[in-house]
């Protein structure tokens, strides 16, 4: 992971320690790992900047370029943000870690309505939470 990634992960971690205790070890496992997938491919920081600007200011057009897995230099920002969640839960899933917290990762950026009657929800939205403060 970038040192950006390592730090945001990071943070979020210690966001969740000051908001919950005791803190489930899945959830810290999630907060740690949520956007590992990111390593998968490195991104020019104004790659970063570009796909964060779209998608808070056109989110149909970010969403739209990031449906395919097509990693061209324009899109390839828009995929990893798109697909980073889905590849975060393979890479912890190829390590053999808790199913709860590849759950976690795998959905931390789900609509949480969809999700709100399984038992993993509240976890989900502690993890959400802490990942937009950060």
């Known amino acids: 992971m970038s040192r950006a990634d390592q730090l945001h992960s990071l ?7 000051s908001q919950r205790e ?3 070890r899945s ?5 740690l790992m949520h956007d590992v997938g990111k390593c998968r491919y490195h991104l020019a920081l104004w790659q970063k900047t570009m796909a964060v600007l779209v998608k ?3 989110p149909p057009l970010a969403d739209r370029l990031g449906r395919e897995e097509n990693l061209s230099i324009w899109r390839a920002p828009f995929v990893v943000r798109s697909h980073h ?5 393979e890479i ?4 053999c870690a808790d199913e709860a ?8 950026q789900a609509d949480i309505l969809a999700l709100c ?16 403060a950060c």
């Open 92 to 95: 912890l899933r190829a390590c």
């Open 11 to 17: 943070n979020v971690l210690r966001t969740l320690r």
């Open 117 to 132: 009657d399984h038992p993993q929800a509240a976890l989900l939205q502690c993890l959400q939470r802490a990942d937009e």
């Open 101 to 108: 917290a590849v759950w976690l990762v795998e959905r931390h």
């Open 85 to 89: 969640a889905k590849w975060s839960a």
């Open 22 to 24: 005791p803190l489930p």
């Open 27 to 31: 959830l810290a496992v999630a907060a």
């Open 56 to 58: 808070r200011v056109i």
